[in-house]
């Protein structure tokens, strides 16, 4: 108590702050241990966690450090835990097994719903975390209650059926294909800071910073749509911002002067620095005042009585030429703001908000209003999925598009609406195997009743447009027009050219018991010109009884348009017809042929 009071009076914390980055450290170099002692007996052995909950600064996560020290993750699959999740794709090593863990206790999914035959949440679930970049989930049980995938009488409930056909049909070649692709995201990080994250428990007016990182992706997802990734206080002081033109820092209070001398090097190269309230005000121990890198860097300075102020106020005005304008409402702000060579689009009783510096190249940006307007974690009427505010959510995403408007930021996938609105809840992926391209757009419900989106989805280059589900071509184009239901999952594949059928050369139809099938398929495109892409064919094989047998099922990687297979049949497999079904996933044709097994 006596160490706090006199921490807050002088703002130093450095003791507290630099306690908790060595209990940060040890614990991530821990799970290296770990990881390398179970090595040392089984090299293939993969070490990791499962489901951690809530990452406070108390928990000491440093999940960049401890995900470069395991070969297995599985943070909690729902929505309210999501921030971790992202920090999974942005951290993961290659090779690692990445999952989701998850089950039947939906806690009301996207809208109040029976768990247990909430089948909106089940189908979206999976298809969501594939493309992601999650390569597993992991489904959760409690034995025969709501909270599981099963009655009392071990029947399985809708729920637990849909996830299964969903993650069936995505062992059908679209993982595979999926896994060979390189994700494109729209050129914006989010900065993850240890520091900042152990600050805000003793600063704290606006809150934790995890409630504040959920609350900016949900903007980033819903308000002022952009794909980001996460980037470590260690990338940024190895240079990774070299692969950004945008940075947000959400309650990014503690930066050490290595990295920031990193981010104003990223400004002066031309990019944009985007904070919300007090960027930097402290080091990276905790010392108030001893990092004026950032300072500089956004042009103003603080007075040491911070606060926090809620004004009336409606946040409008004029960012480079680009209006943004929001109804009156009552806006968290940081009084102890003052300007110091930045210009500010507007104040709030004298208190500069949507504050800009040009350095160099670039431009920093303090919003001075928090991307979180709760010092809590909302709990709304759906559990487990905390949604940001739409009415503040939207005052900071009209002021964030009128910053990427001012700055020629636009998507790496361009979707527009007839009505120039976002359909809440959409999320789209973009991904690239050499000259093929594939799209995913998968859609959270907003309400029970709702309409269908139209929408027009625009790639960065022209190609074939192939429905992944339905097998539908589009044509040769780069943009086409589309509808997204309320709760919805949609593939595309975008080909270098037409693929007009698949050929299969098998020598021997007539096998016996014992014996192995061998030939090789191919996909056979209309140019000529063009070298295949890398194509996923799923192979099926279909017993003379109509069942398929799932332990010959096989999915085929081409290299130069074609692969071979082959398929051992059991001893004991019926005699009679079979039938293999060859399906290209990406175009969904297909190609039949018979075989007949008989008698050694």
Not at 92 to 103: D, E, K, S
Not at 150 to 173: F, H, S
Not at 195 to 208: L, T
Not at 532 to 544: A, T
């Amino acid at each position: 108590k006596e160490f706090m009071t006199k921490a807050k009076a002088t703002l130093n914390f450095s003791p507290m702050v630099d306690q908790y980055l060595e209990n940060c450290r040890v614990y991530a170099e821990n799970f290296g241990f770990y990881q390398q002692a179970i090595n040392s007996v089984d090299p293939h052995a993969r070490f990791g966690i499962e489901s951690p909950l809530w990452p406070w600064a108390s928990r000491c996560f440093d999940w960049y450090a401890i995900l470069q020290n395991i070969r297995l993750f599985s943070p909690y699959g729902l929505d309210g835990d999501i921030q971790t999740y992202e920090y999974a794709r942005s951290f993961a090593r290659p090779g690692m097994v990445l999952g989701m863990t998850y089950g039947g206790y939906t806690y009301d999914g996207f809208v109040r719903r029976q768990e247990t035959t909430d089948l909106e949440f089940q189908r979206w679930r999976p298809w969501n975390a594939l493309l992601r970049g999650f390569n597993c989930v992991y489904w959760y049980t409690l034995g025969a209650t709501v909270e599981s995938g099963v009655g009392m009488g071990m029947q399985p409930y809708p729920a637990l059926l849909t996830a299964c056909e969903q993650i069936a049909d995505i062992r059908k070649g679209y993982y595979t294909l999926f896994r060979g692709t390189k994700k494109v995201y729209d050129p914006v990080a989010i900065h993850y800071s240890v520091p900042s994250n152990i600050m805000a428990d003793y600063i704290k007016d606006f809150g934790k910073l995890p409630w504040t990182v959920h609350m900016l992706i949900r903007i980033l997802q819903d308000y002022a749509p952009f794909s980001y990734e996460f980037v470590s206080t260690q990338q940024i002081e190895k240079g990774k911002l070299n692969n950004y033109k945008v940075l947000f820092m959400p309650l990014s209070q503690a930066v050490g002067i290595r990295e920031a001398n990193e981010i104003r090097k990223f400004v002066e190269n031309g990019g944009i620095v985007i904070a919300d309230v007090r960027p930097g005000i402290f080091d990276q121990h905790g010392k108030f005042g001893a990092n004026r890198v950032m300072q500089d860097l956004f042009g103003i300075k603080y007075k040491e009585v911070l606060g926090r102020e809620k004004v009336p106020i409606a946040v409008t005005g004029n960012y480079m030429g680009n209006p943004f304008n929001n109804k009156r409402m009552n806006i968290p702000v940081d009084p102890s703001v003052t300007l110091n060579g930045a210009q500010a689009a507007l104040d709030a009783d004298g208190v500069p908000l949507v504050v800009s510096n040009k350095v160099g190249k670039g431009t920093a940006v303090c919003l001075n209003i928090p991307f979180n307007n709760y010092q809590y974690y909302p709990t709304p009427d759906t559990l487990y999925f905390y949604l940001a505010d739409p009415e503040y959510a939207t005052v900071i995403g009209n002021i964030l598009k009128a910053v990427f408007k001012a700055h020629q930021l636009d998507r790496v996938l361009r979707v527009d609406s007839p009505d120039n609105k976002w359909p809440w809840g959409l999320e789209t992926w973009y991904a690239v195997d050499g000259q093929a391209q594939y799209v995913g757009l998968t859609k959270r419900r907003a309400a029970e009743r709702e309409p269908d989106s139209p929408i027009t989805v625009r790639a960065p280059r022209t190609g074939h447009v192939y429905d992944m589900f339905t097998g539908r071509y589009l044509g040769k184009k780069m943009e086409w027009q589309m509808t997204v239901a309320p709760a919805d999952v949609q593939l595309f594949s975008i080909l270098p050219y037409q693929v007009t059928s698949l050929a299969v050369r098998c020598p021997r139809k007539t096998v016996r018991r014992g014996g192995v099938v061998r030939g090789e398929v191919g996909v056979v495109i209309g140019d000529s010109r063009e070298k295949p892409v890398r194509h996923v064919i799923h192979l099926e094989v279909i017993r003379p009884d109509g069942g398929a047998v799932r332990y010959l099922a096989q999915n085929l990687e081409t290299k130069n348009g074609s692969a071979d297979f082959s398929i051992p049949l059991a001893l004991n497999e019926p005699s009679g017809e079979y039938t293999l079904i060859f399906t290209d996933v990406a175009t969904r044709l297909k190609k039949t042929v018979k075989i007949s097994l008989s008698h050694p």
